[in-house]
């Protein structure tokens, strides 16, 4: 058990440090280029992973003693989801009165072709001035 340990934890931690620095933006990664960081990790078996953790990639501290989670979700400076924004939902309402005023436009459109079409049925002229009755 203990000789599959011995082999377990580099291959744990390579695979860990190579996931964070593929994960990691190319600006975040120090020293050398992402790239060449992924060889060290991988070419390196122990000691790449270990360089990459201690040196390779920019560590910020959390403010105020707070988790980065939180930290960045006070410095978010756009929405994550458009129903997070006020702004847009507010566009949806407008957009959804512009829909329905059209949509009552479209039939009163339609009633008066309907009774269009039924006075033409009916034999009596638009220029007759007895109006149909509603059925």
Known sequence: MLRALIYLL????????FIDCLNTPEDEAKH?????????????W????????AAGKMRHAPEGGRTPS????RQRTTWVAPDDNP????SLKDE?????????????DLRRREEEIKRRESGTG???PTPPTAS
């Open 10 to 17: 580099p291959l744990a931690l390579t695979i860990f440090a």
């Open 32 to 44: 050398l280029p992402k790239i060449a960081w992924v060889f060290i990790i991988l070419l390196f």
């Open 46 to 53: 122990i000691v790449g992973p270990i360089v990459w953790l």
């Open 70 to 73: 939180e930290w960045h979700r």
């Open 87 to 90: 702004d847009f939902l507010k």
């Open 96 to 108: 959804n009165k512009k829909d329905e005023s059209l949509l009552k436009d479209w039939e009163a």
């Open 126 to 128: 638009p220029e007759d």
